[in-house]
Nanobody, 123 residues
Framework: QVQLVESGGGLVQPGGSLRLSCAASGSIFSINAMGWYRQAPGKQRELVAAITSGGSTNYADSVKGRFTISRDNAKKKMYLQMNNLKPEDTAVYYC?????????????????WGQGTQVTVSS
């Protein structure tokens, strides 16, 4: 019923930039908090940045000043602009959203994840 799809990952040199996108689809009534997470090999998944429905944001200390999270509620999309990328940013990046959807006249709220997109920072 509800799906999140990430795009925009790839290989980039240190100091470069990438822009990730996350698109939500399905019988969505509202998208509440959204966030980007990442998981590097052998490490736990960690929060990179989060944004509320009203636009308030917070960031992991490791990405403050380099990454910017944003969302377009009308398009049901979220973005992560990543600048000055470092090798330690290499990971699979996941989109996460708390979504209220409708099904057979009822409303439900669940937590959804995208399939992930690989970001590799290497020279």
């Amino acid at each position: 019923q509800v799906q999140l799809v990430e795009s925009g990952g790839g290989l980039v040199q240190p100091g470069g930039s990438l822009r990730l996108s996350c698109a939500a689809s399905g019988s969505i009534f509202s998208i509440n908090a959204m966030g980007w997470y990442r998981q590097a090999p052998g490490k736990q998944r960690e929060l990179v940045a989060a944004i509320t429905s009203g636009g308030s944001t917070n960031y992991a200390d490791s990405v403050k000043g380099r990454f910017t999270i944003s969302r377009d509620n009308a398009k049901k999309k979220m973005y992560l602009q990543m600048n000055n990328l470092k090798p330690e940013d290499t990971a699979v990046y996941y989109c996460n959203a708390d979504i209220t959807y409708y099904s057979r006249d009822y409303y439900y709220t669940d937590d959804y994840w995208g399939q992930g997109t690989q970001v590799t920072v290497s020279s």
